[in-house]
């Protein structure tokens, strides 16, 4: 939602790059404070167990890392 505001003009958002990335590209949105970036913060992918986990959430979670990891 505040990607949406910002991107239609309602004011400024504070997004972390990994979302706002593809809106920078396409100059949807403007960087406004170029040298300050949002601090890291912790994410977790929770689930039972390895052994048992079928390949698809296999696939989701290193999808989810891959991603993630080259946010910061």
């Given at each position: 939602m505040l990607q949406a505001l910002a991107?239609?003009?309602a004011g400024v958002a504070?997004?972390?790059?990994?979302f706002a990335r593809?809106?920078?590209r396409a100059g949807e949105l403007l960087?406004?404070?170029?040298?300050?970036?949002?601090p890291a913060a912790?994410?977790?992918?929770?689930f039972p167990g390895r052994r048992l986990m079928p390949a698809k959430t296999r696939?989701?979670?290193d999808m989810l890392d891959a991603a993630l990891s080259g946010a910061g």
């Open positions: 991107r239609a003009g504070a997004l972390p790059d990994v593809d809106a920078l960087r406004v404070l170029p040298d300050w970036c949002l912790p994410a977790w992918a929770v696939a989701f979670v």
